[in-house]
């Protein structure tokens, strides 16, 4: 059973901007495409800070700095995975161009923000985050881009 300080499958994600444009990961999660942030699960023995920097070397090379804490809609329901997941973004920092590892199965580039939020291929929560990200988050946003927890 999932509780505060443990909770159900946190990953966590890091909202690079720069130039006008955000950092974009295109993956494969579960058999779907689709375009996300940096990042990923956290594992036991680590913070959701130290999960984040290191996903992030892990899948860019790169070295961040985590700004502040975006967003953190709780545990949520993936349609893409089918399993219920808690998700967490940060804005963050890097210096150089992101550089994808031979072993990571991931696509890195930098995206036009209003088409990642228009796309079909991107999650509710990552529209929302981005939204915040770029101060303009509307009233109502949660709802039209999120999918709430199914029981486990």
Do not use: Q
Not at 51 to 78: D, K, N, Q, V, W
Request: charged share 30%; net charge negative.
């Amino acid at each position: 059973m999932p509780t505060y300080d443990h909770p159900e499958n946190l990953r966590v994600y890091g909202i690079l901007l720069r130039n006008g444009r955000v950092l974009i990961a295109a993956e494969y999660i579960a058999e779907v495409f689709c375009w996300k942030f940096p990042g990923g699960g956290v594992n036991e023995t680590e913070s959701a800070e130290e999960a984040l920097r290191r996903e992030y070397r892990e899948e860019t090379g790169l070295e961040i700095a985590i700004g502040a804490l975006l967003h953190a809609p709780g545990t949520l329901f993936s349609p893409w995975s089918r399993v219920n997941y808690t998700p967490m973004y940060w804005r963050i920092t890097a210096d150089g161009e992101p550089v994808v590892p031979d072993h990571e199965p991931v696509e890195i580039g930098f995206k036009d923000p209003e088409h990642v939020i228009a796309s079909d291929i991107v999650a509710g929560p990552e529209k929302v985050s981005l939204r915040k990200a770029l101060g303009t988050y509307e009233d109502g946003d949660e709802e039209r881009f999120v999918t709430r927890p199914r029981a486990s």
